[in-house]
Structure formats: C-alpha cells, structure tokens
C-alpha cells in the first residue's frame, strides 16, 4: 500500500453519512490494505434504554449467523483483549493480553474453521462511554507488514469516531451529583473499606458514612454497593487509577 493513498481513504471514512456509506468506506479500507473482511462495533452508552450500538460487518453470512445465534460474544477473546490493550493487537497476540480460557478458544477455533484466519482488532475503551473495535481479517495466514498494521491502527480508530458521530448517541443531559463527602464514601467504599473503617478515614461518625451511601445510591438509583461502584466508575465519578493507586 503507498502512503498517497492513506488520506483518500481516511476522508472516506469521515464523508460517511450513514452506515452503509462507513460500510462500504471500511471495507474498501480492509482491501486496500490486504485483508479480506472486516466488523465495526460500537456499544455507546451503559446498554438498554440508556444507550445505542453500531454493527457493520462483512463477516461470512454462515459464521454471522453462529455468532450471533450461539451469542459467541459472551465467549469472544478478541472482545476481552481489546479492553486490555492501548492499541490494535493481533491475533496471534491475545495470549499476551489474557489468559485465554478453554471455551473462549473453542470460540477462537471455530472462528477459523469458518475463514476467519487472522485477524488484527483496533480497540477504543472509554467506560460509561463507547466500547467499539474494527476489526481486519484474513482468511489466509498471509504476513502483515508493520507497515499496514499502523495504517489499520490509524484507520480503524477514525472508523470508530465515525460511527460514533453517526450514531447520534450524546450523554444524558440529566446525570447523578455527588456531594464531596458522598464520593469520598464511596471511593473508600471501592478501596474495600468498611462503613466503620471510612469513618475513622473520614473523621465522620459510623451513621454519616450509612447516610452518605444510602443517598449516593438513591441518587443512581442502585440498589447494592457494588452496583454503585460501577455507577460511579462509568460515569467517570471515580477512576481506576483513584482505586488502586492507593494501595
């Protein structure tokens, strides 16, 4: 692939107006570069009524129809490696990103068994957000330059963006607040404290700490610790890194 031809091809993916327009602008992408098929996904959103999704493929009809009818998206690796790496990965890598498990590789060898050979995955992860991959595949176990893998990288991710703008999907303009304290609480709540060990951390009375998640919860309208937690981590409330850094 010559370089003059990357900027073409990216302003196709950002001309795309509608779906079948992205599709037909990512598969002339996945040629170009040598690969015979693609699949663009895109989760926007915590799911259900809160969010919406973008799925253009051009996947094997008969291997389609097993994914989504046996909902091997459960039991896919690629899925789970791709929120487990900062940049598009192959294939033959993912053992480097997870353990697999054995029906996850069942999963993986059908795959193959059906023309999905290799492939190389671009992930973008931003929780409570967008959760999307593009992804290139070969039916052959044909070398693959650094080269074109950069350019799929860069392609990819622009595929991505893209169809989340297409998507229409925004933010509720109505979010859950937090007072200081109660995310304090329930920061120290995510740590693995408990109500009584956040109070002596806080300075705060053993009842204070029950009221402040009580209310934090009703404000997320989430029934039980644990579910507050993700709440508040998808919504960016809190972070990963705010978690684990202080251990």
Known sequence: MHSQQIEPLSQSILEALSVDA????????AHA?????????????????????????????????IYIGF????????????????????????????????????????GRKHGM????TVPRHLPGTVTGSCTFVTATDRA????????????GAL????????SGWCRPACRARLTDRQRDCVLWAARGKTDWEIARILGISHETVIQHLKDARERYDARKRASLILYALF????????IFRWR
């Not at 992205?22 to 992408?29: G, Q």
């Open 117 to 120: 050979v290799d492939g190389f």
């Open 235 to 242: 919504d960016g409330l809190i972070s990963f890194s705010d």
């Open 159 to 166: 595929a991505i963006a893209q169809a989340s703008r297409l």
């Open 71 to 110: 909902n091997l998206a459960a039991t896919d690796p690629v899925r789970r490696a791709g929120e487990n790496s900062l940049s598009g990965f192959r294939w033959r890598d993912i053992g480097q990103l997870i353990p697999m498990t054995a029906l996850e590789q069942v999963t993986f060898d059908t």
């Open 22 to 29: 992205l599709h037909e602008a990512i598969d002339k992408v």
């Open 33 to 65: 570069l040598g690969f015979d098929r693609f699949a663009l996904s895109v989760e926007l959103g915590l799911g259900g009524d809160a969010g919406t999704s973008v799925l253009v493929h051009s996947y094997p009809s008969n291997w389609a129809d």
């Open 144 to 155: 693959l330059t650094d080269y074109e893998l950069i350019v799929a990288d860069a392609l």
